[in-house]
């Protein structure tokens, strides 16, 4: 009688179990039993959370209660959504979402006040939300490797951002909105599909890395050459067949540069007309000074 009593309670407990909710088990292997706050890592300033690789296709529920949260890393999983929870982190201060899946991004970021540098590289965009420019504070933006063509004009906003990169992506054009981005130091478009660079290239005045190699640029505006700042302009793999004059101005390009990283003036692999190319190879004052003296 005690036996089979047992027996029934045992089989009781089972179904019970069995009714409860079953975590994913990339979930169930993170937690392990123990409390999500232990997963937090705490600084000397930020406290941070880090799930890089984790095989995720969705992301876990506990996340959203831990919203003292402000380094989070969800890179290089398969998360096709974020979900509008995201709004709860509002003490984010760095989000890492690239090596995705992700069409688009939540409205539900503009809460994130606080937000300083956003990864979204190499994911399946194909539009960047208008409520991103809630984030005054950003500083950082990665978005390349995606499938854009366009920015929201509200982006104008983002008076504070500094580092932009837009490479790998569908922009025909150079958006408007980033030319009143004033704080930019360094902006990649590298690998679009531009075929001009506006006159208005001119108001970034603070400008020092420039990137726009492997696109269809024919000609170079002469605005360009009154961003005095600029450091390293890269316009390699191009379709330009002639220069500014007044290109000489760009006093703080040091050499004409070949190797990728190296600050200076990279026009290799453009079909400069002549005698440019034989100019090009003597370096850069020789180029200046034909330039000079036209």
Known sequence: ??????????????????KGPKLPAWED???????PKSLLKRGL????LSLIMKGMTSTPEFLWGLPEVQKLNLS????????????????????????NCLKFLPKEIGLLRNLKVLFVNMNC?????????????????????????????????????RKLNLSNN????IPLCIFALRSLDFLHLGSNRLENI???VQYLVNLQIFIVENNNIRTLPRSLCFITALELLNVDYNAIQTL????????????IAWNPMDKGLHIAHNPLSRPLPEVVEGGLDVLFNYLRQK
Do not use: W
Not at 45 to 48: A, T
């Open 45 to 48: 300033r930020y406290v941070s």
């Open 198 to 200: 506006a006159e208005s």
């Open 244 to 255: 500014p004059d007044e290109l000489y101005l760009l006093r703080r390009l040091p050499r």
């Open 76 to 99: 290089r999983n398969q998360l096709v959504v974020i979900p509008p929870s995201l709004g709860k982190l509002d003490r984010l201060v760095v989000l890492n979402l690239s090596g």
């Open 170 to 173: 569908r922009f025909v054009q």
């Open 29 to 35: 292997a993170l937690l392990s039993g123990k409390e």
């Open 125 to 161: 965009l194909t539009e960047v939300p208008a409520e991103l420019s809630l984030c005054r504070k950003l500083e950082v933006l990665s978005l390349s490797h995606n499938y854009i063509s366009q920015l929201p004009l509200s982006f104008t906003d983002l008076t504070s951002l």
């Open 1 to 18: 009688m005690g036996t089979e009593h047992s027996k029934n309670e045992g089989q009781r407990s089972m179904v019970f179990l069995r």
